[in-house]
């Protein structure tokens, strides 16, 4: 069994900041890759930033240089730092991670996610 446990989020005025973390826990061999997506109401989740075991980095678009990824390997933690945040921003905000474990006798990679966390940017 796997679980992903997400913390940080909350209320922040615009051009504020907000630290999110994600810690993956339980049956683990690896994990290839680690990140956060975004959705708000009547529309898709979509990508914000992820990060790959080997410190290869992806980032949306509109995060334009705002938003920093970093993990601890050791720790099986990502972390997603958001600057100069905008209520564009808001959003229930969700870790996703890729997760080898030992099913049966044999290696499965799956992706996992979180709960999700409240991000809302408002003045």
């Known amino acids: 069994q796997v679980q992903i446990v997400e913390s940080g989020g909350g209320l922040v005025q615009p051009g504020g900041s907000l630290s999110l973390s994600c810690q993956a826990s339980g049956n683990i061999v690896s994990i290839y890759s680690m990140g956060w997506y975004r959705q708000v109401p009547g529309k898709q989740r979509e990508l914000v930033a992820e990060m790959t075991v080997h410190g290869d980095r992806d980032f949306a678009d509109f995060v334009e240089g705002r938003f920093t990824i970093s993990r601890d390997n050791a720790k099986n933690t990502v972390y997603l730092q958001m600057n100069n945040l905008k209520p564009g921003d808001t959003a229930v905000y969700y870790c996703?991670?890729?997760?080898?474990?030992?099913?049966?006798?044999?290696?499965?990679?799956?992706?996992?996610w979180g709960q999700g966390t409240q991000v809302t940017v408002s003045s």
């Open positions: 996703a991670a890729d997760i080898s474990s030992i099913r049966q006798a044999s290696t499965t990679t799956l992706r996992y």
